[in-house]
């Protein structure tokens, strides 16, 4: 498995990949000339290794260690059946460490997914503020919120600003808006109002009171 450190030396590599010693050698010391890697108290180490991976990558990876360190706890606990009781100590302490890291690395991926969730949130909270200054009926905000986001899941943003302002100049008076929860509820920012648009105002207010087919 590929990570960061390397665990391994150059008689280890010429095993590995079946080469001449001499060959890996001079791989290495072509790699090291390179930047591309470099040597940490006899570890290889792979330089700017976290600049090469994407978080899908990371995870994957982290996940990978996580089993092999319980593999490797798993392991060390079938050992202890079959040493003395002079080494007991000393494997319950490399069990106790192995632990520790294990809760390290899970509470590193909470982290992570909480920052990235509040981050989220954030942008959303941001794109309503922006849709509700721009629709002028300002009415149960929190309902709205809550049906703006269920809007996002289906729709752009960019959808729900633009049907919205379209929306607004079919509107000449006020009174006959919509109430923001209940324009975002049946998704009107989709709606078609090229028509509408072209009306004057006074073309519309007729319309809404004498055309009955206008409300359907």
């Known amino acids: 498995m590929l990570s960061e450190n390397l665990p391994y030396n150059e008689e280890m590599l010429a095993n590995e990949f079946s080469r001449p010693i001499n ?3 001079l791989a290495i010391q072509t790699f090291e000339t390179l930047g591309m890697i470099e040597k940490v108290n006899g570890v290889i180490k792979v330089t700017n ?3 090469h991976q994407n978080i899908e990558g ?3 990876i982290r996940a990978q260690n996580r089993l092999r360190k319980q593999k490797q706890r798993e392991n060390n606990r079938k050992l202890l059946n079959g ?10 302490e490399e069990d106790k460490e192995l632990d520790k890291e294990l809760e390290r690395d899970k509470e590193k991926d ?7 969730n509040n981050s989220a949130t954030d942008v959303t909270h941001e794109q309503f503020e922006e849709w509700w200054k721009l629709y002028d009926k300002k ?3 929190k309902m ?21 302002r379209e929306y607004l100049k079919t509107i000449t008076d006020k009174q006959y808006q919509k109430y923001p929860k209940t324009f975002l509820t049946n998704e009107s920012y989709m709606n078609d109002y090229s028509e509408e648009i072209k009306e004057t105002g006074i073309d519309q207010l007729e319309r809404m009171k004498y055309d009955e087919s206008y409300w359907d």
Do not use: P, Y
Not at 83 to 92: I, K, L
């Open 23 to 25: 060959s890996i050698r």
């Open 49 to 51: 290794w976290e600049k």
């Open 58 to 60: 990371l995870e994957k």
């Open 83 to 92: 040493h003395v009781t002079s080494r007991d100590s000393h494997a319950t």
């Open 110 to 116: 909470i982290d992570k997914n909480l920052s990235s």
């Open 139 to 141: 009415k149960d905000k």
């Open 144 to 164: 709205s919120f809550t049906k703006f986001k269920s809007c996002l899941k289906k729709h752009s943003f960019e959808q729900i600003m633009q049907g919205t």
